[in-house]
C-alpha cells in the first residue's frame, strides 16, 4: 500500500522531559494554559480510556449488573457502564455518570452515528440505542482504535474485544468530563506508539521514518511494532472542547435521528438490515470503510459484479458502489439495501397515458413493446398517445434503476397491472372491457386466471343487455333464492336473469359455485332467445364425451360450437363440467358478440342496448 512520506523535525530528549515534568507540576496547580503530560496518571485521557479497556479485557473482568469495578472473589467485576466508571474512579477522578444513558447524554459533547462513520479517536464511547429512541442507550463501551471496542457485554459473556462492525453499535460520543485528548504527536498506547495529526490518529503514512500501519501503530521495516521511543512523545493534550469545535467544522454532525440522520441527502436507496459493512471493494475480503445501521440513507452507484454474498438463503453477487451522507465511499452487498426510488405509476384518461413518479418525473424511462426498460429506451417526457398495449416503465438515477412497474392499457383507458398484451387473452379482455362486459377486480387487476362463478356470469349477461337493471327484484310472483341476500352484490341482476327466462327459479342459486361449460352455454341461448337473437346453426357432428354432456344441455352446447362462440378443450373433447377462468369467458363473450349479436342485424334494430361499464 502506499504509505504517505510525512517528516517531522526531531525532538530533544531534555527539552521534552522538562516539558512533561513542568506540565505535570502545572497540572497539580492547576495552572491555565499548559499542555498535560501523556503519562500524567490522575489526568484521565482518551488513550488512558482506551488503555483501561484494554486492560479489564486482558485481566479477565467479569460481568456483574451494577458492578463498577469491585474485585470479588478476587476479579474485578462491573457492568457496561461500570466498566468506564472504574476508569475514572481508579484514578481518583470523579463526575462520572453511572448508566450508559447518563454517561452518553452527560458525560459527552459530541454525538455521532455510526451511519456516518466513526472518527478515528481513541477512547470514544460506544452506544447501542434502544429501538425507536434517540437518547436512551442499552449498552455502552470503549473505542480502542483499529475498528475495534471493548466491553463488558453481558452474564456468562463478560469481557469482549472485536470489531466494531460486527458488534452493532449505533451511536459514538465524545467524553468531557475532564478527559484530554491528542492534537498533534507522537503518543504512547497499548505500549507502542501512534502519531494523531489534527485530533485523529493516522494511518497509511510514513512520519518521521516509521511506517504506520492500518491498525494506527508505527511498524519496524518487518512489520513488527516499533518500540516507544520517549524523546519523540509529545506532551500537547487538549480539552474535549476543541476537539468538538474540529469534528463539527470537518463534517461531523454532532447530531443523531435514527429516523432519518441525514433528510437533505440526495439518496437513493436505504439499509436494510440492522448492521451492515460498507467495504473498500466489491468483496467480503476487503477492508471495512465502516458499518451502517438499519434505515442509513446511501446514494448508490451503477451496479458492478463482485464476491458473492448469501443473506436468508438468498444469493447475489451484485454489488453497488455507494456514498453515506457525510461523503464515505465505498461498496455494499444488493442484499443489504432496499432501494428507495419508487415504481412509476400510470393513469389514462382514454387518449394518452401519463406515468409518474415522485420528485423523479425527469428519471423515467419506458417500454411499449415488452421489452425492459433501461437508459436506452424512450425517456418519459410528456403524455405518450398510445393505447392497446402493455407499458413497462422505470426510475433511473445514478445508474441505479428502481423496480420495473408494468401497465396494460385497454383501448377504452382502463389500466390492469396482472397481465400483458403478449397473452393470448390480452385482444379479448381488450375487446370485453370496451364493450362494457367486463371489468375489472379492483386495485389495478383483471385476474384473468380467476375462476368464473355463476353470480358473475349472470352479471356478465346483465352488463351485455346494456339495460339499466336497479330495479329489478323478487317478489311474491318470483320468490327469492333462499341462498341469495336483498344485499348480494348481484341481487338486481339475478333478478332481471330470472324474469327474462335466463335463470331457472330455483329453492337455492348456489352463486358462489363455478359456472360449467354447459350451463354458460344454455345461459347463452336463452339469453339470445330472449334478446331475439338468431342462432340458427347446423349442430355438426358429437365431441368426443357427448355422454358427459347433461341432455338439457346438448342443444346449446353444440348451437354455440356451430356459431364459433366455443371450442373444444382438445381431442374433441368439450369438457361439459369443466369452468372457465376470466380470460376464457372474455373469449367466448367476445365471440358471442361478434358472432351473433353483431350478425343477428346488422341494422342494430333488434340489438340490445350499447352495453355499459
Known sequence: MFKKQIQRPAHKPLIRRFALLLAAFACCLGLPGWNYGAKAAEIPTNLGLAQHGIKAYNEGWQYSYGGKGETVGGVRVSDCAGLIYAYFSDLGVGGC???ATSQATQNCIFTGGMSEGLPRIHGLALTILEPGATDD??????YIGNNESCENS???TNMVRGSVFRRGWTTWHLFDNGVLYPRSGWYEFDGKMVHYTDYEYDVDLVIDGYTIGSDGFAQLADGTPAPVDPSMLSSEFVPASEVKEWLSTHGWSGTYNPEDPSPDFD????????????????STDSSIVLTLSQGTPLRLGAPVQGASVTVGGTSSSLWYPA?????????????????????PSFSCD?????IQAVGMEDNIYYTTDGSQPDENSYPYVSPVYELNCTYKAVVIKDGVAGPVATATVMGNGAIFTDFTYSDWFAQSVDKAVCLGIFSGTGQGSFSPKNKLTRAQFVKVLANLSGQDVSGYEFGDDIPAFEDVSSSAYYYHELAWAVRAGIVTP?????????????????MLVRYARYADLNTNAALGEPFADDEEISSWAKDAVYRMRSLGVVNGVGENRFNPKGSSDRAAACTMMVNFYEKVISLTDTSGDNLPATPVK
Open 137 to 142: 442507550y442499552s449498552h455502552i463501551g470503549i
Open 267 to 282: 439518496h437513493n436507496a436505504r439499509v436494510s438490515v440492522s448492521s451492515a459493512l460498507l467495504r473498500s471493494q466489491p
Open 154 to 156: 453481558d452474564y456468562g
Open 506 to 522: 330455483d329453492s337455492k342459486f348456489r352463486p358462489n359455485d363455478e359456472i360449467p361449460r354447459e350451463q354458460m352455454c344454455t
Open 323 to 343: 456514498e453515506t451522507a457525510h461523503g464515505q465511499t465505498g461498496y455494499i452487498s444488493s442484499l443489504l439495501v432496499s432501494l428507495t426510488l419508487s415504481a
Open 350 to 354: 382514454g387518449e394518452s397515458v401519463t
Open 97 to 99: 455518570m453511572g448508566g
